[in-house]
């Protein structure tokens, strides 16, 4: 199986969910939410993909960079390069159930580990989708991240315990799942969290704790005081709000005011290795991986899963050779020229 | 009845007249006046959409606004959110008649008592068009606001005698119908205001007297001085004058010099609840909402007009707690980042 | 016959050359030079039409200006607005012979005059061209305009000469054409002309000279000191070198350098009265018509000349009423908002 | 033959390879490596041409450059323009073989002389290529330009000698090749040079050194200390590293920094005579011509590369006098308006 086979094959099992186009842009998807697209619009997730392609990378190749090192750490743990697998549920509604929601949780988690690196599971309006996630983590040793929906705080924290037992790496909330009002409905009530609250939740686990969806640098401080150890930058992919600004226009920006401090990895429109390197520029840890995993995790599995991160790997290794950067825990701002805002 | 079949139903009823795209820009309908386009290429209309969708929400959700007050007052009325519907006539030649003039006047008027708010009717070149709206509110208990086309100062006052006797909250005229020089073949001339026209208007009632059609704000300046106590600022959908700037990029300017002494409405390309939060944020009292109710009394009458104010308000309310506001009547400027000039 | 039909016919005779598309702009006919495109890529005619595109119109309609007055003059003749019609030949290989050589320059003539203006006759590689050119100008008793190609000094005198005794207003050369190099071919060369070349050509005649093709403050002021009596800032309609920048890029520049001595014409995509207000906001005195004049003299002869000039008269005058024009001798430059650069 | 019917041809014979679109832009191949497309997105090819054509040429006629004069001269030849022919190589799976590898060299190099400038031959995965290029060098007495792929320096400068062999004009790399991670596979692995490396190679010979893939000032400085004769400013048609800058963007600082030292060649989305003159008035020395050469030798051979370096300098003649340029060696940078960067 290699990387053509892998998206021909998701490209047919998620017909009407996902295109799996040549620009993953979100202008084929707009508006399906659920689906693979942006809310409204779709504004938000297409924002995501176009402000980080304005980015320029700088060629370079009068230079000793020859044999780049990718390895890096995260909560303790190696990883083969600064990509992490993003949580995401709902493979019935958001991908056509191409892939059941147990087999997506094996298949990303097993799919991180054989890859060298580390992926995250997710929360949603069915609470067992959380669990099918933290089995999988348990499964491969621990090694996983539990991404839970801002519930009330009590019921947050009796699923960080779920995961502790599940010997995860790290333990947070996807704070911009605030205004999905639906999951009332299905009595899981989520909203915003007061300093309060999320000092409280930071509180209740000795594990690194992650807050995913921060998108300015106010609310960055907020995390960094209740002690936070992980921000997200992210919009949630462009589906909880349409019109908001993109990851790359405000990473550089919280990175330089609580980067000392805090673990800053980001979330939007990473589709390749050159991705990877942008954000790492921008001064990101970590980059989370969403898209491209459910095509591997569709199209190919467990090994499609890996597949895509190998690409990923490979991609990222040879824009290293070509902008001339040895290890990727120390990219130089200098390698990209910024054509962010408007 | 659900949004899906209002749209659905207008859709197939206004065929050729309306696509009821997904994005409502002004494209499909370019230089369909008559009709539901701008004049013209249709680049004011396309310009008031494309300029409003630029402007980008600042998502937050550390903070305490987890249960929005939508409500707010106009004229003395309670509202139960800022939203208002614009006045539009001409069913036949602008929709196609899938409602007709009195229907149409009908469901705009009481599907906004329904929902909590205040509609408004317009006038045209067959004079029998405002007398119908007038009949609506009379029936409604005075709940509506009647806006005059700028005819004769003499014909305008009769008409806002009327309008007083059907018990109207409000009257006012469309200042920038003073280009439809068609009516003038009907016998029903139009054109613009000196200050002195002006000041007669407001000084002949004691109904609140809007003008709707500013955008600039010296003009703003000019309704102030004359006592004008409410500015619609608009470019009438872009269907008046091609290659006018929009709403969104003159509203904020006004606000600042005229918005302490005279309420300031905004009109224009409004499609959804994070629209209206847009406008407020940029200092507006309320917001007129045009396309998305035609399609609304076209594909579900009263009830369909229903159905999209509630369909505002349920997205201004989800938008409110992913951006942090407690109250529509004191919303902060801090909640958005413009890029609205070139 | 009326607007529609006349396009309509147009659009019918000229398949294949001209599409008469709802948006006149340079995409349709990219690359068709012979035809009525802009040459190479199209990129010149396209800015024409997309820079002067850009520009706002401030709506006003609070003021006493209820019946604006349109006319002017130039060279001594009253018109009856600013607009004026370019200088055209080829009616063969650009437009298809839908109407002949002949046809074309008396219907332009005539049409002119039937709308109250004035029309230019231009020159080609066929001698010819000019000659019917002058004999409807000398038909219509002198009321035309004679633009001659930038050949030898010699040559250009004696069409000075003819034009003289055809009675024409005015005379002069279009001097962008300086790199028709395919006039060789027919043994009527062109180029570049040296100051002291412009200058003699100046002093060779009573008549009003004029330079058509200037596109810099440099060259305009090498006009006004040879004597020029009124510059046409023009690219050719992007026929002649691609890439340019546009008329409305430079004019304002060139108003304010030498418009005090020398009469400002321009010339590029005016497509509506709307056009010709902004191009007056920016200081010329009076705006070509090319590309609609077309359309009307294919689609209805000297009539439909008459009918594109009157649609534009009442195009204007409705747009003086919404910016609260008086005159169109005294335009202000604050009716518009500039977005011209990029 | 005319240039038409080359195109023709090359159309047809390149199906599926190259559309030989209207605007050579780089949407149609877009991620055709191999093939003729840009790399990843093709966004660094669409850059090239993108920005290349923002830059406005200021039209001027009145002047005296009436016979502009075109030669120029490079490493002690004497050109009839500054177009040079860029190295390409692998027919089979870049252009379907339409020509085979050794005719695509004798076009390429024979059509050159042809048209009295010069070509350049190129490396690839496939040692052959090179030899095959230098037989056509040798044939032509030299005439010619050895590029080859930044493999270990001892195969470089194997290389190296036998383009001094063939009697080659000068010889270079193309070091933006470093990252072709498959010509490992072909055991002839390329990669980044060091300072010292580089310095070697142009110690190792007597002949001209070009460095071809150089896109900052930074590398350009490197070349100039390392004893550099000629820079190729070039991102090698957007082929290896996706999202870079465009040449333009950076090829005037880099004549500013280093151009008094060093020759500098440009290579990048030239597709006419009138881009050569912007690259000319950016300060280049001279331009390299790709993609349109391709459709020369495929579409007429021989007779069609020297058909299409006619044309560049027939309308290159023709815009310098639009441009009042009296010669190539002598550009001012006045006579473009630079809207590069975003």
Redesign the interface.
Known sequence: MDIKEVKKNAREKMKGFCNVC??CNGIWC??KVPGMGGC??G?SFKRNYNKL??????????????NPILETSLWGEKLSFPGIIAPITGASYNFGNAVNEKEYANNVINGAVDAGTIGMVGDGGDPTYLELGLKAIKKAGGKGVAIIK?RDNEEIIKRIKMAEEAGAVAVGID??G??L?TMALYNQPV?????KD?KTLVDSTDLPFIVK?I??V??AK??QRAGVDTIVVS?HGGR??????APCEVLNEIVKEVGYKVNILVDGAAR?G?DIL?YLALGAKGVLIGRPIIWGAVGGGQEGVKIILEQFK?EL???M????CEETTNISPRII?E?IL?
Do not use: M, Q, W
């Not at 909203?191 to 300093?195: N, V």
């Not at 909880?240 to 600004?245: E, G, I, N």
């Open positions: 040549n620009e707009a508006g409204g619009t504004d392609k304005r980015i320029r990378l700088i060629l370079k190749t009068i230079h000793s960079a020859k801002p704070i911009d605030a205004g009002l909203g915003p969290k007061s300093f999320l969806g998108l300015s106010e609310e907020l995390c919009n909880v709000l349409d019109d908001t600004l390749n050159g942008k490979n290794y040879k824009n050779i070509l902008t001339g020229h054509f408007d």
